[in-house]
């Protein structure tokens, strides 16, 4: 069984489809990329996964349970126990610390562990930064301290909404690197992109266009790594 | 541009533009109420004062001088009477306006049937006078000794009923004379006698409980004293004294022209007395102190005390408005940074917020003006029963006020706007 | 236990750190409980300073005897009867008819320093008399006797009564004594006050002969005729020989005056309060607005709406409670000001104000905060997040 699996998804802004009966499998531990132009529907069908918004028809299995139909607080429920979102914006507290900010995922799901926290900003290689704010961190800081948020529950699944769009070529890398280490722990990751070099490095790539599955390709010789493509 | 800036602003944020354009409408209407209230709350305590009678004497010249610790009784030996016909002329003085009750009184001495000699008072109750200029007066002790109680009876109604030889009586007469309402008491004046019929037993608390009272036709009918009379109480609006007027009330030939003038032009208690010296023949006004210094201290007091209360909550509105300006200022930070990063000066950011800020004030402030008159309605009709005359002076102080305040408000906000460095801001903050 | 922590840490956090925000947001809400405390004190201060405005309308009670004639013994007791702090003055008087030139003038007699507490209208040019051979005459009486202040006059008093004295045989076997008084002041009250000569109790013994026996006693009490009426009824209980009578004219008038203006400031307080809360409320709402974005954040995380209400509520009341409390501090303050200033007298402070406004600020604080966290909740956050 799929750990994720949309059938006929539509998401209808009055007369826009944003998602037109969109089918999709995810299977467990698999790294999946989702590319497209802008206005294609790629945050549409971000939301929709991560639970934040709901879809106008259709139905959405995750873990074999249908959160199409789900109220809001249940959804909630599902966002906080198995969804770890990492956003374009960062979108950090800013009067929380680093470590602060790793532990409010951890209030909202259980117990507050400051020890684990750490841990987890470790892991991202910013253990010498917990404590300081986001103000006084980088870009590509910042969204490691996300990361280390996004994964600090276990999550089943980690959703990325552009999570490289503000960083530079070397924050990029760390980033990229780091979902690595995620799809060899076997976390599920989908990350939402439309850097082909973001892209290429996943498992598979699903192409939206006009709120549809355009086409999709398999990486053939995946290894995770990021191939730079120079510019001419 | 900037018009068309301005303009999405108001479309887009019209949420908080209408947020912040209702705490200025708060503040205003707070201002203008209250402001409202305190110029005009002299007026009407100086209105609810009245309650303790007339705060001004008039009596003739020589009679001032004759004592009446004589108790010499016979009033024909003195012989000095003030002018029945002149009594309309109080209402022509310059300071008529602020004269809003007066009465004559003429005493004489009668004998009842049971022979005791008692005094009768002719006054005005509720006397009607079509003043020349236009207006009504109804004068009289119905309204100058409020603090009468009618036991028994009526207030004896001069218009209607009870023209004619009708008498109030004081508690203490009554009891003494058993008499009660609707008695006919015979009495026996110098000159007539006459039989008067009771419609009302009064207590006073004071000297009054043992007097009759009558129409002044009657009295004076009684005592043959046509067109005489003995004495005159006004109630008059007065000006709390300063050193100028008590300078005045002492002799108001020291002033110099100038001072004579502001003097003249004020309406306190001395100058008043003075201007009705000029139009009743011989005779001397006096403040009664007891109810003119009083009063002028009451009034004062209420009136700083309004003041006050003003000050604190035009602080009040003023710190609210600045503070709920700077609040909404400062959450547009990323916007001003993005203006900035674009190329934008600081002095066009600070003009571009300044004019919203100012349109919104502009709109709240009006909006507020007018909820305000009409809180400063309801609090005078609540307490005084009248309305709360609105003074112009009003329009430009609120006026002034929400501008400044304002400017005041938006001044931080901007400072914080202007230090942004645009990087800062759009990068996450 | 470890989520309560992290409840804390997260509160002290978003207070501490933010510094400009709460700042600006417990300005609004100490202003707004100033206001509050302020405006209360005044309101309840108000009949109590203003009554004591209102003696200056001078006596609003008078001692009558059943007798004759009202001993010191009497008064004693009567000021006995009074509470102290409501007594303004008491001053009994002895009038006695004495001659000027040889003629008639009413002369009275009593405490000075008290008269001047029933009757602090009176105008006095030039001073009161304090020490003996000091006499203080009507602005009549100086006129018709031509008295000017510093000017010596003769007050004789025949020892025999009136009628005799006039007969003329016996004016000559009794020789009447005679004071020679130094004119101290003039005194204007625009009453018949103005008639009298007024002297000091021991001169006044001298000069008759007779020990100080009073004729009427005035008496200036603060209090709502009610409370008035109760104190008369006392003495009349428990004075013997005395009845204790109600001036009318000053109580009824003070009462209705007074209610009048305690009306007013209680209508000036519930608008002034109304508005200013309402301000209290848009300043919260506005500070509270703008942290849509990190409500949306952590409903994102997997926050439910309940903790999220929970955390802003918590920071809410940490506000209003610190601004309430700051608030009543000021409050007292100025309505120590405004009683200094208007009334020359400081105010009592009411402990009960302060937890009242405290409650009163989270109170409205919280309903503040409640609403702009209730909206942001309710939106979806993917549309928070986005932004605008």
């Not at chain 2, 002719?122 to 003043?131: A, I, K, S, V, Y």
């Not at chain 2, 112009?392 to 006026?399: D, E, I, L, Q, Y």
């Not at chain 3, 109590?48 to 010191?72: H, K, W």
């Not at chain 3, 937890?355 to 409205?364: E, N, W």
Request: with cysteine; proline share 3%.
């Amino acid at each position: 069984m799929s750990l994720l699996e949309l059938k006929n998804v539509s998401k209808i802004y009055g007369s826009l489809h944003a998602l037109d009966h969109v089918s999709l499998k995810v299977e467990k531990g698999e790294w999946l990329a989702i590319m497209g132009p802008s206005g294609s529907g790629k945050s549409t069908m971000m939301n929709i996964i991560g639970a934040l918004d709901k879809a106008t028809e259709g139905e959405i299995l995750l873990d074999g349970v249908d959160i199409a139909k789900k109220n809001a607080k249940a959804l909630t429920d599902i966002r906080r126990d198995k969804i770890g979102l990492i956003f374009q914006q960062f979108h950090l507290v800013s009067y929380l610390t680093a470590v602060e900010n790793v532990m409010l995922a951890q209030y909202y799901h259980s117990v507050p562990d400051e020890k684990e926290a750490l841990e987890a900003l470790d892991r991202v290689g910013l253990a010498d930064r917990a404590h300081h704010y986001p103000s006084q961190l980088s870009g590509g800081e910042q969204q490691r301290v996300c990361v280390a948020r996004a994964l600090i529950n276990y999550p089943e699944i980690i959703l990325a909404d552009e999570p490289t769009g503000n960083l530079d070529e070397a924050n990029e890398e760390i980033v990229v690197e780091l979902f690595r280490k995620l799809h060899m722990d076997g976390t599920t990751l989908v990350v939402v992109t439309h850097n082909p070099e973001v892209a290429e490095v996943a498992q598979r790539t699903i192409v939206l266009r006009n709120g549809r599955v355009d086409h999709e390709t398999i990486n053939e010789n995946f290894t995770g790594k990021i191939k730079h493509i120079t510019l001419q | 541009m900037f018009v068309r800036m301005i303009a999405k602003a108001f479309l887009r944020q019209w949420k908080k533009m209408l947020m912040i354009a209702f705490t200025i409408a708060l503040g205003a209407s707070l201002a203008t109420a209250m402001l409202s209230v305190m110029m005009d709350v002299e007026d009407k305590m100086n209105q609810e004062l009245k309650a303790y009678g007339a705060n001004i004497t008039v009596v003739p010249k020589s009679a001032s001088v004759i004592s009446d610790l004589y108790d010499v009784g016979d009033e024909n030996v003195s012989g000095t009477y003030l002018q029945e016909d002149e009594l309309g002329k109080i209402k022509t003085i310059f300071w008529a306006f602020n004269i809003v009750d007066y009465t004559p009184f003429i005493s004489t001495e009668v004998t009842l049937d049971s022979g005791d000699v008692e005094q009768v008072t002719g006054t005005w109750f509720n006397h009607h006078m079509d003043l020349p200029t236009g207006e009504t007066l109804d004068a009289g002790i119905a309204s100058l000794r409020s603090w009468w109680t009618i036991t028994e009876g009526d207030w004896l109604d001069e218009q209607g009923s009870h023209s004619g030889d009708y008498a109030m009586v004081g508690t203490l007469l009554a009891q003494k004379e058993q008499i009660s309402v609707g008695d006919k008491i015979h009495v026996t004046g110098s000159e007539t006698e006459k039989e008067l019929e009771v419609v009302g037993i009064f207590d006073a608390g004071g000297d009054e409980d043992e007097l009759i009272y009558v129409p002044v036709d009657t009295a004076q009918e009684l005592g043959g004293l046509d067109g005489k009379i003995d004495s005159i109480e006004v109630s008059a609006l007065t000006t709390p004294d300063n050193e100028l007027a008590q300078k005045a009330a002492r002799d108001p030939s020291s002033l110099s022209v100038s001072q004579y003038e502001t003097w003249y032009c004020t309406a306190y208690v001395s100058s008043i007395c003075y201007q009705i010296e000029e139009v009743i023949t011989d005779s001397v006004a006096s403040a009664v102190r007891q109810v003119a210094d009083s009063e002028g201290q009451i009034l004062n007091k209420t009136k700083l005390l309004m003041i006050l209360i003003t000050i604190l909550s035009m602080i009040g509105a003023a710190l609210g408005i600045c503070n709920l300006v700077t609040a909404s200022v400062m959450e547009r930070s990323q916007e001003i940074g993005l203006m900035k990063a674009i190329g934008a000066h600081n002095p066009a950011i600070t003009g571009l917020v300044l004019t919203e800020v100012m349109c919104t004030a502009v709109i709240g402030g009006v909006a507020g003006f007018y909820a305000g008159i009409g809180f400063a309605q309801i609090i005078g009709h609540s307490v005084f029963d009248a309305s709360i005359s609105i003074r112009p002076m009003v329009v430009p102080v609120v006026g002034v006020l929400v501008a400044l305040v304002t400017l005041i408000g938006s001044i931080p906000a901007i400072r914080m706007l202007l230090n942004l460095r645009p990087t800062e801001v759009l990068h996450g903050r | 236990m470890k989520k309560r922590k992290m409840y804390i840490r997260m509160i002290t956090a978003s207070l501490l750190r933010r510094r400009s925000r709460m700042i600006i947001a417990l300005l609004a809400i100490s202003i707004g409980a100033m206001i509050l405390s302020g405006l209360v004190t005044i309101y309840y201060d108000v009949p109590r300073q203003m009554g004591a405005q209102f003696r200056s309308y001078g006596a609003n009670m008078i001692l009558v005897s059943e007798g004759d004639a009202i001993t010191q013994q009497q008064v004693d007791e009567t000021r006995q009867q009074i509470p102290a702090d409501k007594l303004v003055g008491i001053a009994a008087y002895r009038y006695q008819t004495v001659r000027i030139n040889d003629r008639p003038v009413m002369a009275a007699a009593a405490d000075m320093e008290q008269v001047r507490k029933t009757s602090p209208f009176w105008l006095v040019d030039g001073e009161w008399p304090a020490n003996e051979g000091e006499i203080m005459v009507g602005k009549n009486l100086a006129e018709i006797y031509n008295l000017k202040v510093g000017k010596r006059t003769t007050c004789t008093f025949a020892p025999e009564s009136e009628t005799e004295a006039e007969n003329g045989e016996t004016e000559e076997v009794v020789p009447d004594n005679w004071i020679d008084f130094t004119v101290t002041g003039i005194l204007d009250t625009g009453g018949k006050e103005e008639d009298y000569a007024y002297m000091l109790l021991s001169d006044m013994e001298k000069l008759t002969g007779i020990p100080t026996e009073y004729d009427v006693c005035e008496l200036s009490v603060s209090g709502s005729s009610q409370e008035l009426s109760a104190i008369a009824d006392r003495i009349a209980d428990n004075v013997e020989g005395i009845q204790a009578r109600l001036v009318k004219r000053v109580t009824e008038s003070e009462d209705t005056v007074l209610s009048k203006l305690q009306s007013l400031v209680l209508l000036v307080t519930v608008v002034v309060l109304a508005l200013t809360m309402i301000c209290v409320a848009t300043t919260m709402t506005a500070v509270v607005a703008e942290r849509r974005k990190e409500i949306g954040l952590r409903k994102a995380l997997g926050a439910s709406n309940g903790s999220i209400i929970a955390e802003f509520m918590g920071e809410g009341v940490v506000l209003g409670a610190f601004g309430g409390l700051l608030g009543s501090l000021l409050g007292f303050l100025f309505a120590q000001a405004v009683s200094r200033n208007v009334f020359n007298s400081s105010i009592t402070l009411m402990p009960w104000l302060v937890p009242v406004t405290i409650l009163a600020s989270v109170l409205v604080t919280g309903i503040a905060c409640l609403i702009p966290i209730r909206s942001a909740t309710q939106v979806d956050p993917a549309l928070v997040l986005k932004g605008e």
